[in-house]
């Protein structure tokens, strides 16, 4: 598995756009969807929050669960197992149907009860003895950038929205607020992206996406 660095940051409006245009000047735009587009989250938990629980104890190692489709639409979704140690991070994903998405968002994880793929294995395992099920929707706007000297990807994410129960059908999340931006990297982080940063109120955060959805939203 190729581990790579996460770095997180909470910024203002204003903060947001001054980097972006810092950004644009040396990095090119993702190519999905010219850069920018809507994810969509659904997280998986299990009956004791132990996913939640590790990330604000601190764990060293965590396990992050959820599943990812772009722009409200079901046609491409993927599960994704999202392993932490510290700020360095994988993760291992598989694309699902829509008719598993569906029976997932209704709690019925018999398919990945059966299934012989090691990834639905490890969540089968957990379901068994844990019970895990839907426990945040978490959706957003990302404009995202790319620079090959390290492989880094910077991500911008806006418009921060939850709902505690998904609608049937899916419909998206109601419009939110909040902004954060993510730099992720292979071994090193180019001295180009570090000095974008000078001089900037930026606050480097620990928080999950999955626990910011819980405590901002109720989710």
């Known amino acids: 598995m190729q581990f790579r660095n996460e770095l997180k940051f909470f910024m203002n409006i204003h903060t947001s756009e001054v980097l972006k ?6 990095m090119r735009p993702d190519s999905h969807s010219g ?4 994810v969509n989250n659904l997280y998986l938990d ?14 060293h ?5 959820r599943v990812r489709f772009y722009n409200d639409d079901l046609s491409f979704i993927r599960f994704e197992n999202k392993h932490k140690e510290g700020e360095m991070s994988y993760k291992n994903s598989l694309v699902m149907t829509e008719e598993e998405f569906n029976q997932i968002t209704n709690g019925d994880m018999g398919f990945v009860l059966s299934s012989e793929h090691p990834l639905w294995q490890k969540v089968a395992a957990i379901h068994r003895l844990r019970r895990l099920r839907v426990s945040a929707v978490f959706s957003y706007t990302r404009e995202a950038y790319i620079y090959e000297p390290g492989n880094v990807r910077v991500t911008f994410d806006s418009n921060l929205r ?19 931006m993510e730099v992720k990297f292979d071994k090193y982080l180019p001295s180009v992206v570090k000095e974008m940063l000078d001089g ?19 989710a």
Do not use: H, W
């Open 21 to 26: 245009r810092r950004v644009s000047a040396v």
């Open 35 to 38: 850069g920018v587009y809507e």
């Open 46 to 59: 299990d009956q004791y929050d132990t996913c939640y629980n590790e990330k604000v104890l601190g764990s």
């Open 61 to 65: 190692v965590r396990d992050k669960y």
């Open 162 to 180: 939850s709902e505690k129960l998904l609608p049937e059908p899916y419909k998206g999340a109601p419009p939110g607020a909040g902004g954060m």
């Open 200 to 218: 900037l109120p930026v606050i480097q955060t620990a928080m999950s996406k999955y626990c910011y959805a819980r405590e901002r939203f109720g």
